[in-house]
């Protein structure tokens, strides 16, 4: 509500600040019959900005700039189209990456837990830098995933 007050375009328009004033469905069901009743702008004269009513004149740098617009818009949605479909693909790769990842983790895991077994079973001594380079590897594969 507080951006009708603060904002003079917002203010302008009635549907809408009927739409956020009423609270009540019935009454706002009119102002929507009222709305559907109005007939839709063909032309445009004059358009709402901040510093008030500005005359709109169309001309050929309009026609230019709109034909120019439409060639972004369209050239723009191909290009977004694509990307969604790659940004698919990293997404579909980036899970099979942190799976290949969390895999070699758990192999690193593995090899801890037998390096452990071999230094408490084994009487004739330890090999504690196994365990410790499974625990770096098993660590640096965690980081590397996340």
């Known amino acids: 509500m507080r951006w009708l007050q603060i904002h003079p375009l917002l203010q302008k328009s009635k549907y809408l600040c009927a739409f956020l ?3 009540m469905a019935n009454g706002f069901k009119e102002v929507q ?31 230019n700039h709109m034909v120019c617009l439409e060639t972004l818009c ?3 949605l191909a290009i977004s189209k694509k990307q969604k479909a790659h940004l698919k693909q990293v997404i ?3 899970d ?7 895999q070699l983790g758990e192999g690193y895991k593995s090899l801890n837990e037998v390096a452990m ?3 408490t079973d084994n009487p004739a001594g330890a090999a504690p830098k196994l365990s410790d380079m499974a625990v770096s590897l098993n660590n640096a594969t965690v980081q590397w995933g996340n």
């Open 96 to 102: 099979q990456l942190s799976s290949s990842l969390y």
């Open 117 to 119: 077994k071999y230094n």
């Open 33 to 63: 019959n009222e709305m559907e009743k109005e007939t839709l702008v063909s032309e445009i004269e004059d358009m709402w900005s901040p510093e008030g009513v500005q005359r709109v004149v169309l001309n050929e740098i309009y026609d």
């Open 74 to 76: 369209t050239a723009s």
């Open 92 to 94: 579909i790769a980036s």
């Open 21 to 23: 004033k009423e609270d």
